[in-house]
């Protein structure tokens, strides 16, 4: 889930960390990443990872089919066996994309796995830029294949905010190839 309430809080505490770093370090070391990942043991595609059938509907006034497809680009093109293929029947697919307007909820995205198959749902309610979108239906399919939030300011993963782009990062490509 994507959450809007505690990014403020977040923003400012990343600020206070941004201005002591600046202060009291010079130089900062390379950070890695590469363990930045928390994996979900209950969640994931059991074979379908190679060809994770999507399918899509609107339900709301928005059309997010353009964002949608930018994140499934952005997963496609990690190092990862992840690839997403759109279907066009519902029955076919084991990933089912909804968009509507669910009002003032608090959420702009969220996954809910079942048995087999798993949900997303976007939230047109919100006013989000296209990318901002993408990123969103980015961070729902980190979920939906297996990854729980992990709090790092570069994450696809992290619980809310936003990095500014679709693609995973460092730590949530490791996830997935260690999950998969
Ligand atoms: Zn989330
Ligand atoms: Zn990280």
Same mark, same amino acid.
Do not use: Q, R
């Given at each position: 889930m994507k959450f809007i309430k505690k990014s403020l809080i977040r923003i400012t505490l990343a600020c206070v960390l941004l201005l002591s770093i600046t202060v009291f370090t010079l130089p900062v070391g390379a950070v890695d990443?590469?363990?930045?990942y928390s994996i979900n043991?209950?969640? !994931?595609? &059991? @074979?379908?990872?190679?060809?994770?059938e999507w399918w899509y509907s609107q339900?709301?006034?928005?059309?997010f089919i353009g964002e949608i497809s930018y994140a499934c680009n952005s997963w496609n093109n990690t190092p990862t066996v992840i690839n997403m293929v759109r279907v066009y029947s519902k029955s076919g697919s084991v990933l089912r994309i909804y968009s509507n307007n669910? !009002?003032? &909820? @608090?959420?702009?995205g969220q996954h809910i796995p079942y048995i087999g198959y798993g949900n997303i749902n976007l939230n047109e309610y919100y006013s989000l830029s296209y990318t901002q979108w993408a990123e969103v239906a980015s961070h729902e399919m980190g979920h939906a294949h297996g990854l729980f939030h992990y709090?790092?300011?570069?994450?696809?993963?992290?619980?809310?905010?936003?990095?500014?782009?679709?693609n995973p990062y460092t730590g949530d490509i490791a996830g997935i190839n260690a999950k998969y």
């Open positions: 990443h590469s363990t930045h043991p209950f969640v !994931g595609w &059991n @074979g379908h990872e190679s060809h994770v339900m709301g006034s928005k059309n669910w !009002g003032d &909820n @608090g959420w702009y709090n790092c300011a570069s994450e696809l993963m992290k619980a809310s905010g936003f990095i500014g782009t679709p």
